[in-house]
């Protein structure tokens, strides 16, 4: 591993450790540019819990291999709550449909649907970036 | 090439663009029992990351369950 790869790690895991729900996507939350990536951004909006976002598509090949070190998962989004991976779009939505996924985050799980909460004004950080 | 890797399973794939390189896959295999979903995906993926590499598959959608 390069040196800048390890300052990537290390900058990383700091993002990990200090965003309690943290969002590695391709694009922004305003601007998805993947539909993995905006199905994660959806399932969080849905539930409205405050999360952070990286952008990863900068730096793409260098975080997928530091991701995949840290997590053992290079494949983006990759959502992160607590420090600890919980998955990708795929996942995400599974455990947002089973409730599992507003338990994780310690929220209420809406009576509403999905789609019908996306109405709502997305409840989100500003996004963050890797310097 | 997931059957191969996962003895037992049962795997259903869906071309979701028509182009063959955006697959879905719903995989239920003996092999899960017991393993989070990570890892569950853990498995299919390293199992197709062949295809990933030589740029066969660009998008794979997955659901995994143990048999029931």
Known sequence: ?131 | MIEAALPGAEVEVVDETGTADHLRATVTAPQFEGLSRLDQHRLVKAAVKPRFEDGAIHALSLKTSPPR
């Open chain 1, 1 to 131: 591993m390069s040196v800048a790869d390890a300052e990537l790690k290390q900058k990383v895991e700091e993002l990990i450790a200090a965003n309690p729900v943290l969002l590695f996507m391709k694009g922004t939350p305003d601007m998805p540019r993947c539909g993995f990536s905006m199905r994660v951004v959806q399932a969080l909006d849905s539930i409205d819990v405050e999360y952070g976002a990286i952008d990863v598509l900068p730096a793409l090949q260098p975080l997928r291999e530091v991701t995949a070190e840290i997590s053992d998962w290079q494949t983006f989004p990759q959502l992160y709550v607590n420090g600890e991976l919980i998955g990708g779009a795929d996942i995400v939505e599974e455990m947002l449909e089973s409730g599992e996924l507003a338990e994780a985050l310690g929220v209420e799980q809406p009576a509403t649907p999905p789609a019908a909460a996306q109405a709502a004004p997305p409840a989100q950080s500003p996004p963050l970036q890797i310097e």
